[in-house]
């Protein structure tokens, strides 16, 4: 007995309330159907349809295993829409939105691999530092650093990324290295997005600082540029710093204090999920981010 096959017999029976309209259904004879469901009530070993010749009813036993054959023909549909959505070939636009800093570097290189690999998709990038509206920009992923996602969308969380002070060379020799958190109420710190309380934390010790400056911005750029030419301190995520660090553009400082790590998420919404494009590109940055922290190098 094939039992996928007179299940669906036993099902479409029920549903049809006759075996003939079953058989047109499933293009097979009614005596097919007949010896389908036959052969269901034989393995179960229960009469599973009152027959008259006017009519066709579930008897309780029936009503009981009619649950278990629907949910067992939905699993096989399940598993063989998912099989065909792997199998078949990615194609159409994925509008994402991401910090400036962020999109421009790490970003752009997963993109360009995705691509490589999904050659029909097409990647639109909303570079913004403001929280960009799903809705309203009409965005598929937002990529956003935060401790505290949105509850109204689904997040997940991609990695984390080290923080770091820094300053020129020049105006730490004209104005000295802080050598503890509190010393930078004294200095020019450039805020980013109203952020003016810097956390720190030094065995087991913490210390909120607040810090004010010159220079304001939603760009993380722009307040590494403003650092680069001496105007004042900026704290950044490793990955934009590293480069100007390694160059001697930038100084890393209070390196012996842990600083607050940025926690890089994906926000979506429901709808958006249910997209075989956009979950794969979620599942593909998850897994080119999962060394999870990107440290300072010194």
Same mark, same amino acid.
């Given at each position: 007995?094939?039992?996928? /096959?007179?299940? $669906?017999?036993?099902?479409?029976?029920?549903?049809?309330?006759?075996? &003939?309209?079953?058989?047109?259904?499933?293009?097979?004879?009614?005596?097919?159907?007949?010896?389908?469901?036959?052969?269901?009530?034989?393995?179960? %070993? +229960?009469?599973?349809?009152?027959?008259?010749?006017?009519?066709?009813?579930?008897?309780?036993?029936?009503?009981?295993?009619?649950?278990?054959?629907?949910?067992?023909?939905?699993?096989?549909?399940?598993?063989?829409?998912?099989? +065909?959505?792997?199998?078949?070939?990615?194609?159409?636009?994925?509008?994402?939105?991401?910090?400036?800093?962020?999109?421009?570097?790490?970003?752009?290189?997963?993109?360009?691999?995705?691509?490589?690999?999904?050659?029909?998709? @097409?990647?639109?990038?909303?570079?913004?530092?403001?929280?960009?509206?799903?809705?309203?920009?009409?965005?598929?992923?937002?990529?956003?650093?935060?401790?505290?996602?949105?509850?109204? #969308?689904?997040?997940?969380?991609?990695?984390?990324?080290?923080?770091? #002070?820094?300053?020129?060379?020049?105006?730490? %020799?004209?104005?000295?290295?802080? $050598?503890?958190?509190?010393?930078?109420?004294?200095?020019?710190?450039?805020?980013?997005?109203?952020?003016?309380?810097? @956390?720190?934390?030094?065995?087991?010790?913490?210390?909120?600082?607040?810090?004010?400056?010159? /220079?304001?911005?939603?760009?993380?750029?722009?307040?590494?540029?403003?650092?680069?030419?001496?105007?004042? /301190?900026?704290?950044?995520?490793?990955? =934009?710093? @590293?480069?100007? /660090?390694?160059?001697? %553009? #930038?100084?890393?400082? #209070?390196?012996?204090? &842990?600083?607050?790590?940025? $926690?890089?998420?994906?926000?979506? =919404?429901?709808?958006?999920?249910?997209?075989?494009?956009?979950?794969?590109?979620?599942?593909?940055?998850?897994?080119?981010?999962?060394?999870?922290?990107?440290? =300072?190098?010194?």
């Amino acid at each position: 007995m094939n039992k996928f /096959i007179a299940i $669906s017999s036993f099902v479409e029976v029920a549903s049809q309330q006759s075996f &003939t309209k079953a058989a047109d259904q499933l293009q097979l004879s009614r005596l097919q159907v007949s010896r389908h469901v036959q052969e269901v009530e034989a393995w179960l %070993q +229960q009469r599973l349809l009152h027959r008259t010749t006017r009519s066709v009813s579930l008897t309780r036993a029936g009503e009981d295993a009619l649950l278990y054959c629907e949910r067992i023909l939905n699993e096989v549909s399940a598993l063989e829409f998912n099989a +065909q959505e792997q199998t078949r070939q990615l194609s159409g636009s994925i509008r994402i939105a991401a910090p400036i800093g962020f999109a421009g570097k790490l970003l752009l290189t997963a993109v360009e691999k995705f691509t490589q690999l999904h050659a029909k998709i @097409n990647i639109d990038i909303v570079a913004s530092d403001d929280f960009n509206q799903l809705v309203e920009d009409r965005v598929d992923i937002a990529l956003r650093f935060t401790e505290q996602p949105d509850e109204s #969308l689904i997040a997940r969380k991609l990695m984390q990324l080290e923080s770091v #002070l820094c300053a020129a060379p020049e105006y730490l %020799q004209q104005y000295g290295t802080p $050598s503890h958190p509190q010393q930078l109420s004294e200095h020019n710190c450039f805020v980013h997005l109203n952020q003016n309380q810097w @956390n720190f934390v030094q065995q087991q010790q913490h210390f909120q600082v607040d810090v004010c400056g010159n /220079i304001k911005a939603n760009s993380l750029d722009i307040l590494v540029t403003s650092a680069i030419n001496g105007r004042g /301190i900026v704290r950044v995520p490793c990955d =934009l710093a @590293n480069p100007f /660090i390694e160059s001697g %553009q #930038l100084t890393a400082i #209070l390196t012996d204090f &842990t600083q607050w790590r940025y $926690s890089l998420w994906a926000l979506y =919404l429901s709808r958006s999920y249910q997209s075989p494009k956009v979950r794969c590109f979620i599942d593909f940055l998850a897994q080119e981010f999962q060394d999870d922290i990107f440290l =300072l190098q010194q």
